[in-house]
């Protein structure tokens, strides 16, 4: 079965260039003023326009990028504080209580979300289990070693991969992803 890519070649630049844009702009520090914080975000969003195809709108002082791509799939990179889980993010996935996050992307149906919380990786592992089997998804993989651990559930077209490690704070570092497969166009037939 043929698969459409996940990102489009447009998109994938776009969050190349987004991530050293947050960069850039968490380099300068915080922004005098709300003008110079718009003046920024004006140059980056040129910067970004003229190397995509895409139409770009950076917001929250540089932590949000956000546009459409050259599909017209709409796509935001959020970091730091405007990080959040998506308003239509799927109830059936489970996102841990106690997870601040500090980063989140959707590009088309297909959502990234990462943070941090206190606990343990094998508890957190069993309460992932627990609750995915529960909300009707399939175990494909479970990998698992000290300190890290990465899961992968199916439920008809979607896919969900957890990845969770232990950071050197103690604190567990935690991924989500969720992806929706898109469905290859239909052959047409002749009539």
């Known amino acids: 079965m043929s698969r459409a890519p996940l990102l489009s070649l447009t998109a994938l630049r776009v969050l190349a260039v987004t991530a050293i844009s947050f960069s ?29 195809d895409a139409e770009i709108d950076i917001e929250d002082g540089g932590q949000t990028v956000s546009g459409v791509d050259e ?32 980063t989140s992307m959707v590009v088309g149906a297909n959502t990234f979300v990462g943070g941090t919380m206190p606990g343990d990786v094998a508890e957190l ?17 479970a990998m698992s070693e000290p300190g890290s651990s990465t899961l992968l559930w199916q439920r008809d077209d979607r896919s969900v991969n957890y990845m969770i490690e232990t950071k050197p704070d103690g604190q567990l570092g935690v991924v989500i992803s969720h992806a929706v497969e898109e469905k290859a166009p239909e052959a047409e037939t002749a009539p």
């Not at 850039?24 to 190397?51: F, P, R």
């Open 71 to 102: 599909q017209g799939r709409a796509f935001s990179a959020s970091q730091g504080d405007a990080a959040t889980i998506p308003a239509d993010f799927p109830s059936d996935v489970l996102v841990p209580e106690g997870l601040v996050l500090d």
């Open 24 to 52: 850039l702009l968490a380099a300068c520090g915080k922004a005098q003023d709300a003008a110079e914080e718009t003046a920024a975000e004006a140059v980056a969003e040129a910067a970004i326009e003229s190397m995509t």
């Open 125 to 141: 592992t069993t309460r992932i289990d627990t609750h995915m089997k529960a909300a009707g998804w399939t175990s494909l993989m």
